[in-house]
């Protein structure tokens, strides 16, 4: 019975890290686990994280500048989108973008700065750089605007955040990972708090 | 058997998935104080040599990398590490790393003195990033890490691991 709920439990991590957002049922003979969740059993010691909130983006359209030197550069504006977390929550403002460079390697690289507002009223500064990648079927189905399963290609950033603001300070002093989530209307990032 | 996944279980905390890439011991020496700058305090820990250890490569770290570390007003130390590794096949893997560290006052006077300090006394946690050009290390070019530090008197010992 022991065995059952740790696989049951495993299934559950399993779920949220392939992506599963909203219903999605999973049986614990048909998720792959293997070496994506790794256990202690394994030797492994998984880093504790904890989700610190969700970023949802609304992006305006692409400007593709086109090859540069080091890659195919397009910025993405960022015109508004919120965030969700248990201890911050509020409105992104206009303002920031996105800076991707696509590498001869394939993978895009992202430099994200936007400026977050909080529902208290304190800004904070947000910037990431990150890495996304998949096959090339994935990635032409994003490149179509097309919403794709998120555990099917690669999409992670480490956010950084500055605030002045007291109640806010605990940001200024952490290291976080972000699992990004490529939407037509702006991408979605769940940010990780690493303890 | 089966469950079911909402995104309010993202909430109650079961993370992001990670796995251990290699255990990297980093050997500094005597670092330069270069005292208040505009941004904070300046210390610039230089990198003499070292090994890395993990599942998919293990090598030395070569001399004459350093960590450019500043000490913020808010007593948060901000690392910002440049080493070259060498696998035990003779490949170069640039890797670079910003990370934070912090902790009570008297954890950090304690490591300050080059105490022997359990690491779960303070948060020491960095993001490394790599450059290969050997393709049996191009993985290294197209994944994010995190690492856990454990600070010692001789260098740093980091856990890294791999995002999933």
Redesign the interface.
Known sequence: MDVLRRD?LK???A???AG?????????NEVSVG????SAKA?????????LM?VRIAAAPSQKLGTVPHGNRTVVPVTGGHFE??RLRGEILSGGGDWLLLRS?N?LELDLRITLETDDHALIYMTF???R?GSPEVIAALGRGEVVDRASY?F???P?FETSTESY?FL????T?G?GEARPAGAIH?I?E?L | ???????D???R????????LMTLHVVVSPPHRLGGVPHGTRVIAPIVGGSFEGPRLRGRVLPGGSDWTLLRS?G?LELDLRITLEADDGALIYMNS???R?GPPEVLAALARGDSVDPAQY?F???P?FEASAPQY?YL????A?S?GDRRASGPIY?V?E??
């Open positions: 049951v299934t559950v991590a779920s949220i890290v599963a957002t909203s219903g999605v049922v999973a049986c614990a070496d994506r969740f790794p030797g492994h010691t998984a880093m504790n994280s904890r989700l969700t977390g248990l390697d993978v750089q990150g890495l990648h690669y992670r950033t480490l950084r300070a200024n002093r952490m290291v990972v699992v769940r990780y690493i | 058997m089966g469950v079911v996944v909402t995104g279980s993202e909430l905390g079961q993370g992001m998935a990670s796995r251990l808010d948060v910003f990370g934070l912090h948060y946690r960095t993001a990033r191009a070019n197209r994944l994010l995190i856990s856990t691991e995002i999933l």
